[in-house]
């Protein structure tokens, strides 16, 4: 019955793939990361595996963050600590926008294995990925990181804008008083969203704006912020804030008209939520 | 690199390079092979299987990553010469045309069920979003895992009959 045993191994070899590291602590990933250099560094893998099985990254190194323990979410007093190695599901109970953007990355299995770190680091290559990046900017989060020179910990746009060879810690932020997302809807869960705003209202009342799918990374909105008593004035202010582009799934045409009324749905919702 | 797995409850070693995808070690170095290869991109489902009872893509996990987890596919969930209710309900609701998502949909639905799932049709389509068939058009795959939610039994002599007589008719 059933099929001969193969009589050899077949696994396609990738031995001529990057050196692999598997750090079993933080500190040790710290110390093996070090300037970083050619270093892919390995999240929940949903991007870098195929990337990696195809060739289409070639790293000397690959450095495997799952058994280094920086993964978990937690509290102290007003503000969230959440770890590069939080899965994605794990975010799903926290407070808008985060939880409203998260229940619209993928689907549920690849939300298990996809990590925050990953999120904020995927690049706009070719989708507009890292969904998170516009909503952590709202958020006010600080992004700490190490590479060379050290341990850096900066706001998220700072972070995003100078990126490169940076090993992502954890993120915190202190828990806003209201939040709130709009987003132009995905067709299917393999779908990316193609244009979102989140807004904040932090616990002294200010109104922080961030965008993704608006530029080469998620953007923080500051003309729209200034704008913000007046919905439909911010939502127009907020073309001066972001350098659109075309892609597979919208024009920056569409991106252009779409924009100022998600800034505007953003900012309903959050009155409505405060 | 050496590493073991369990897989449908027997410790397995494998030998593979540390970023090969769980899949291609399932299938090529194992002879494991109800999880199908489809796109390897994340995007299909085809490839899901259970690690540590949670659903996840093999296409997307580096091997060393699941070191020392549970991995659950089609050919454990039930005896051999036997089916689960799933499987049955699946059969029973024509829920397989081509069959090459099948497995993928089987292991996602089952964590669903496991995990206690509702019959509603749209807390399933949710929770199995990411999988794609070209064949069934979704509607009986929905049916089939809302009857083993509600705990129907089958009689598949009678739809294995009635297969039968179809064909036949056919033929005729
Ligand atoms: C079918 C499908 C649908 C998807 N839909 C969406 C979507 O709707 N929205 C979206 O945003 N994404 C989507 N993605 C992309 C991806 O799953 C997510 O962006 C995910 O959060 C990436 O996390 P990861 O841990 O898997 O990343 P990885 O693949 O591990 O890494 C991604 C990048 O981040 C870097 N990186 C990872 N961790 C760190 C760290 N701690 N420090 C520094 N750099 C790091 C890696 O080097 C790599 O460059 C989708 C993917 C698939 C397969
Ligand atoms: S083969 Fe893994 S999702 Fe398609
Ligand atoms: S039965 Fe053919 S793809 Fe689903």
Redesign the interface.
């Known amino acids: 019955m059933g099929?001969p045993?193969?009589t050899q191994?077949?696994?396609?070899?990738?031995?001529n793939?990057?050196e692999?590291l598997?750090p079993r602590s933080a500190t040790e990933a710290i110390e093996l990361f070090g300037d970083g250099g050619d270093t892919a560094i390995?999240g929940?893998?949903?991007i870098l595996?195929?990337e990696?099985?195809l060739g289409s990254a070639r790293p000397a190194r690959?450095l495997?963050l799952?058994r280094a323990g920086l993964a978990g979410v937690s509290k102290d007093g007003g503000r969230l600590t959440i770890g590069a190695m939080t899965p994605l599901n794990a975010l799903a109970s926290l407070a808008d926008p985060i939880a409203a953007c998260v229940s619209h990355i993928?689907?549920?299995?690849?939300r298990?294995?996809a990590t925050l770190g990953g999120n904020l680091c995927a690049r706009n290559t070719d989708a507009p990925r890292g969904d998170l990046q516009g909503v952590l900017i709202a958020l006010g989060a600080s992004v700490r990181s190490v590479g060379a020179g050290g341990e850096r910990t900066e706001p998220t746009e700072e972070f995003l804008a100078n990126r490169d060879d940076r090993l992502v810690l954890d993120v915190s932020f202190d828990l806003p008083s209201a939040g709130a997302y709009a987003y132009l809807d995905r067709a299917?869960?393999?779908e990316y969203t193609a244009l979102a705003v989140s807004a904040v209202r932090t616990s002294d009342g200010t109104i922080r704006l961030g965008a993704n799918g608006a530029g080469p990374h998620g953007l923080r909105l500051p003309s729209a912020e200034a704008a913000a008593a007046n919905h439909a004035a911010a939502g127009a202010a907020a073309l001066a804030d972001v350098a659109l582009f075309d892609d597979a799934i919208a024009s920056a045409w569409y991106r252009e008209k779409t924009l100022p009324v998600l800034v505007r749905r953003a900012l309903d919702q959050l009155e409505d939520a405060a | 690199m050496s590493l073991n797995i369990t897989v449908n409850g027997t410790s397995r070693t494998v030998n593979a390079e540390p970023l090969t995808p769980l899949l291609h070690v399932l299938r090529e170095e194992l002879d494991v092979l109800s999880p199908k290869a489809g796109c390897q991109n994340g995007g299909c489902g085809t490839c899901t299987v259970l690690v540590d009872g949670e659903p996840r893509r093999s296409c997307l996990i580096p091997i060393s990553a699941v070191e020392g987890a549970e991995i659950r596919t089609v050919e454990g969930l039930a005896p051999p010469g036997q089916l689960s209710t799933l499987q049955e309900a699946w059969i029973h609701h024509y829920a397989a045309q081509c069959g090459f998502c099948t497995s993928g949909f089987l292991m996602a639905a089952t964590a669903y069920l496991e995990n206690g799932g509702s019959d509603d049709h749209a807390e399933i389509a949710t929770a199995l979003g990411g999988h794609v068939c070209r064949c069934t058009g979704y509607v009986k795959i929905l049916d089939a895992i809302s009857a083993a939610a509600r705990g129907d039994s089958f009689d598949l002599t009678t739809t294995a009959a009635g297969l039968r007589t179809t064909i036949k008719g056919v033929d005729q």
């Open positions: 099929r045993a193969p191994k077949r696994v396609e070899s990738m031995s793939g990057p692999v598997t390995v929940g893998g949903t595996v195929p990696l099985r690959a495997m799952h993928a689907d549920l299995e690849i298990g294995q299917h869960t393999h």
